[in-house]
């Protein structure tokens, strides 16, 4: 079956950077792109961008350009997300998920990577 | 970068009613791309409806999505107890896609 499975949770100083992975199963990891959004606690959603696995193409909120990169690793079928100069209004919940766009659509989202921010 | 506004921010109804949410671009999103989620508490989102009208796989037939341009809504013809959770809209018509702040929908 289709998962994705993503990195533990993470304690970060301001300043720092994280990467956060997200492996794929269950389907052809380049075929749909990777999303990546995060979630403050208590706040709403926040997209951050994608990535297109089969050709490294990325395309970043304009709040994040400049701090945010996405990668991934066809090999392992892992897409990464790494968000650098970290703030405390970084701390969030940052979920990867991809949608299916064959006939109806479908989502399949990770279980989401909490990182904290704190000195 | 399209703005989102959804309204209300919190509803209150009881199982059994219908529900209409809200979702104003602050200017047309293209080719009606526009897409809700609902999110229940601990859970990851889940897509209920794409291209403003289209329910995703597995969705109960009881969500419906309408609109087009910049306002759009997503209705819940008969409440049921599962339905109560947070819904989001969200617009992939432009390259900087965006999500609306959410709507709370709560048991009255």
């Keep these: ?119 | 970068e399209i703005v989102l506004t959804q309204s209300p921010g919190t509803l209150s109804l009881s199982p059994g009613e219908r529900a209409t949410l809200s979702c104003r671009a602050s200017q047309s999103v293209s080719s009606s791309y526009l897409a809700w989620y609902q999110q229940k508490p601990g859970q990851a989102p889940r897509l209920l409806i794409y291209g403003a009208s289209s329910r995703a796989t597995g969705i109960p037939d009881r969500f419906s999505g309408s609109g087009s341009g910049t306002d759009f809504t997503l209705t819940i013809s008969r409440l049921e107890p599962e339905d109560f959770a947070v819904y989001y809209c969200q617009q992939y018509g432009s390259s900087m896609y965006t999500f609306g702040q959410g709507t709370k929908l709560e048991i009255k």
């Design chain 1, 1 to 119: 079956q289709v998962q994705l499975v993503q990195s533990g949770a993470e304690v970060k100083k301001p300043g720092a950077s994280v990467k956060v992975s997200c492996k794929a199963s269950g389907y052809t990891f380049t075929g749909y792109y990777m999303h990546w959004v995060r979630q403050a606690p208590g706040q709403g959603l926040e997209w951050m961008g994608w990535i297109n696995p089969n050709s490294g193409g990325t395309n970043y909120a304009q709040k994040f350009q400049g701090r945010v990169t996405m990668t991934r690793d066809t090999s392992i079928s892992t897409a990464y997300m790494e968000l650098s100069r970290l703030r405390s209004d970084d701390t969030a919940v940052y979920y990867c998920f991809f949608i299916t766009v064959t006939a109806a659509w479908k989502d399949y989202w990770g279980q989401g990577t909490l990182v904290t921010v704190s000195s």
